[in-house]
């Protein structure tokens, strides 16, 4: 219990230390629109409008899942009760502002928590050792994109709670039997009704217990009647805003919104081999590199894998399966990768759980790998950690502002341009001259105070920095309370990584 208490600590510093002091992206703020029409009555669309659709009582209904409307209730109610006393000097709008950075921090340390907590679980059911599976539960917080998400408070950090959950939950059914299987599709039915698409990773975990030696009978019985639940809400959803069982919210959003000119096939409408091929291959989206870790885990298991256990090979088969299914899903859709963000964000659910297992491999089978492999493997290791850590630094508007007026080299050469010209220059440069002064700054609440409350930024500014300097110590004490590494002690441990060797 130590251990998850280091990791609470390490989930609320790292996503104080990203917030942008907003949701960080107009979707979520969306979402907690529908959260207010379930709390408190309020119209399902601001009169500002949103992604919608009309219903069959003519009005306009989110075309979104209920999922993480319902996660922010408890917590919209709290901060909706306190932020009056806390704030009673502040208009109306700043009160909101302070209402959804609120949110969004709360809601983001609690899931990134469970995150840590569930990742661990799941290395550890794969026999893995604690100070390797705590390893590669930070890994996979700041090792991958998962940390944009923890600033970015879209759904996609929801999402992998929940299929972690739900695989750790099979591990554990396979390992003990018992009533397992009703956490798993417990946490898949939340999943469906957070995103309709999440009936493909359900389905992976109905399939998954077929290669275990226990009965697959006995845990379908269990795992179905959350599963068909999730499915009956979610149709009984759409039937109440949109009078029809057997359609899409998407669907009926893409026949009304249908831009003059569009194929009939419209929002699934983008060539399907350009976008199928740019999943693995676009230098704006590509999910090998915004996901180094993927390559790393590619490398062990090309030269491992006869030594993997069977179960975690055939865990790591099916989710490559559920990575090709969702490539073949969103190849097609208009909006190709999300646009506005980091990397391919439809896909995060099937790269991400994946990535996990990089660095524990790399961690347990990295000596027997060849010298050049092996430096290659934590090389992109500690590109990986840099990588994600640079996605934060700046809002991905800025990239997309700047492709649109023609500089366009690519996300990351960008990124990497806009970093240095923020780090040597003042931001006055040619290339910021276009964009909004926001973006044109750390995308960091404390930076971003400097447009709205000049008088107290440098104060937050300096809490930043103080918070930046602990988190390597909350990182190091949590792999500390973990126990040692393969091997010996930590500090040997950190010298051998320094080497390039596990």
């Not at 704006?284 to 993927?294: G, I, Q, Y």
Request: hydrophobic share 50%.
């Amino acid at each position: 219990m130590r251990l998850y208490g280091w990791f609470a600590l390490v989930s609320c510093t790292a996503c104080a230390l990203v917030n942008p002091g907003n949701f960080g992206t107009i979707d979520t703020t969306w979402r907690l629109q529908v959260t207010r029409w379930m709390r408190l009555g309020e119209p399902e669309v601001k009169p500002s409008g949103g992604n919608a659709a009309y219903g069959r009582d003519g009005r306009l209904h989110a075309v979104y899942g209920m999922g993480q409307s319902i996660v922010m209730l408890p917590l919209d109610a709290l901060v909706s009760a306190a932020v009056p006393h806390l704030a009673a000097t502040l208009s109306a709008e700043k009160q909101e502002q302070v209402e959804e950075l609120l949110v969004a921090f709360l809601m983001q340390s609690v899931i990134t928590m469970f995150v840590l907590i569930l990742a661990h679980q799941v290395l550890l059911s794969f026999s893995l050792a604690p100070f390797v599976s705590a390893a590669g539960s930070l890994s996979l917080l700041f090792g991958t994109t998962a940390l944009v998400y923890a600033q970015t408070a879209e759904e996609n950090q929801l999402l992998l709670a929940l299929a972690l959950c739900a695989l750790w939950a099979t591990q554990r059914w396979d390992r003990d039997g018992g009533w397992w299987p009703v956490l798993a599709g417990a946490a898949c039915e939340f999943a469906i009704l957070t995103r309709l698409p999440s009936v493909l990773e359900t389905a992976l975990f109905a399939v998954l217990p077929w290669f275990s030696a226990r009965s697959w009978k006995r845990f379908v019985i269990a795992y179905l009647p959350p599963v068909l639940a999730a499915l009956a809400i979610d149709r009984f959803y759409q039937w109440v805003r949109f009078g029809d069982m057997f359609s899409t919210y998407i669907g009926l959003f893409g026949k009304q919104a249908r831009p003059a000119g569009a194929p009939a096939s419209y929002p699934f409408s983008y060539p399907f081999w350009k976008g199928f091929a740019g999943t693995f291959l676009s230098v704006d989206k590509s999910v090998l590199l915004f996901d180094p870790l993927l390559v790393v885990l590619a490398l062990v298991m090309i030269w491992r894998w006869r030594h993997l256990d069977r179960a975690l090979r055939v865990t790591l088969l099916s989710f490559v399966a559920l990575l090709l299914a969702y490539a073949t899903l969103y190849a097609r859709y208009f909006d190709f990768g999300g646009d506005v963000a980091w990397g391919h964000r439809f896909l995060t659910l099937p790269v991400q759980p994946l990535a996990l297992f990089a660095a524990p491999l790399l961690l347990t089978h990295g000596r027997s790998l060849p010298f050049a492999v092996r430096g290659v493997a934590w090389t992109l290791l500690t590109a990986s950690v840099a990588l994600q850590l640079a996605s934060t630094a700046i809002a991905p508007n800025l990239e997309v502002m700047q492709r649109d007026l023609g500089d366009y080299h690519g996300v990351l050469w960008n990124r990497a341009i806009n970093l240095r010209e923020l780090t040597e220059g003042d931001g006055t440069d040619s290339r910021f001259q276009t964009v909004p002064p926001e973006w044109s700054s750390l995308y960091y609440l404390p930076f971003q105070l400097r447009f709205r409350f000049q008088k107290i930024a440098p104060w937050g500014i300096g809490a930043w920095l103080a918070l930046a300097c602990g988190l390597p110590i909350l990182v190091a004490s949590t792999l500390r309370c973990a126990g040692s590494p393969p091997g010996g002690r930590i500090a040997d441990a950190v010298l051998d990584v320094q080497r390039g060797a596990p």
